[in-house]
């Protein structure tokens, strides 16, 4: 009960918001997302017509693969979540690398992937990644802290 008593490390807060914005996103993916935005047109230098010829068959493929995707967004969102108030609140440094290595190959290869293709969400998905890396930024400042023997920064003793 120790660890329910004490305040929340920063760190645990910003991986909590980080997996709240993923599960958003992931609920986007699975209800609000259309097949195709304009940018994907843009990007697939579709003309009208060929638009018209493969429009209805790949907006139907591409309504399951993004129903498919939303799920594991929202899944990497959840599992941030838990993480968060459970062994990255403890400091656990497993926990620290499990929470890096999700964050670069979730939020993070997203974010790189859409400033490839020019998404005219890039900017909002690096914001998302920026608060990922802050979480881990300060978890590590946090542990270095309590290894120094000071009280940890936003918890009490």
């Known amino acids: ?27 986007y993916f699975l209800v609000l997302r259309p097949p195709l935005l304009p940018e994907d047109i843009r ?22 693969v ?9 899944a990497t969102g ?21 929470a890096a290595i999700a964050g670069t190959t979730s939020i993070g290869l997203m974010a790189a992937v859409n400033f490839m293709i020019h998404s005219d969400f890039r900017w909002v998905l690096l914001g998302m990644a920026f608060v990922w890396a802050a979480s881990l930024a300060l978890h590590a400042r946090e542990l270095a802290r309590s290894s120094a023997g000071e009280v940890q920064a936003g918890c009490s003793p």
């Open 78 to 98: 959840v599992l941030a979540v838990a993480l968060a108030v459970t062994s990255f609140r403890d400091h656990r440094p497993a926990a620290a690398i499990g």
């Open 66 to 74: 993004f129903r498919v995707l939303g799920g594991y967004i929202a």
């Open 43 to 64: 990007y697939m230098g579709l003309t009208t017509a060929e638009l018209q010829v493969i429009g209805p068959r790949l907006t139907s493929w591409l309504s399951h």
């Open 1 to 27: 009960m120790e660890a329910m008593s004490r305040r929340w490390p920063v760190s645990s807060l910003l991986l909590i918001a980080s997996g709240i914005l993923l599960i958003g996103v992931g609920l």
